[in-house]
Nanobody, 128 residues
Framework: QVQLVESGGGDVQAGDSLRLSCAAS????????MAWFRQAPGKEREFVAV??????????FYADSVKGRFTISRDNARNTGDLQMTNLNADDTAVYYC???????????????????WGQGTQVTVSS
């Protein structure tokens, strides 16, 4: 059983940067697919970014809304997944969730239901 704990959220101004971290325990997640989703008030949880494990070529994918501004990565030594966010804007305000899966197919990478493990979320608030 994998436990995920996010950290790094906060209140920032438009144009600022934040780095979110997702600490995993219970298993080594270096072979897992790790993703970030977010959920704004009154909206559904939406895909932000994903990074595959070695079987998936360690490839990363992004939502169009964050492409070029956000970078997902993993640190196998620390057993974490990170999300570097730059040039934040008010539309990025949401609770950000880390998710992981040991078995996932390419076509399901952007679907919340495809992930077995979730963190509790960390709030990111961007003021314009």
């Amino acid at each position: 059983q994998v436990q995920l704990v996010e950290s790094g959220g906060g209140d920032v101004q438009a144009g600022d940067s934040l780095r979110l971290s997702c600490a995993a325990s219970g298993d080594t997640v270096r072979t897992y697919t790790m993703a970030w989703f977010r959920q704004a008030p009154g909206k559904e949880r939406e895909f932000v970014a994903v990074i595959r494990g070695p079987r998936g070529g360690n490839r990363s994918f992004y939502a169009d809304s964050v492409k070029g501004r956000f970078t997902i990565s993993r640190d196998n030594a620390r057993n974490t997944g990170d999300l570097q966010m730059t040039n934040l804007n008010a539309d990025d305000t949401a609770v950000y969730y880390c998710a992981a899966s040991s078995t996932i197919i390419q076509s399901s990478l952007r679907l919340p239901g495809a992930y077995a493990y979730w963190g509790q979320g960390t709030q990111v608030t961007v003021s314009s």
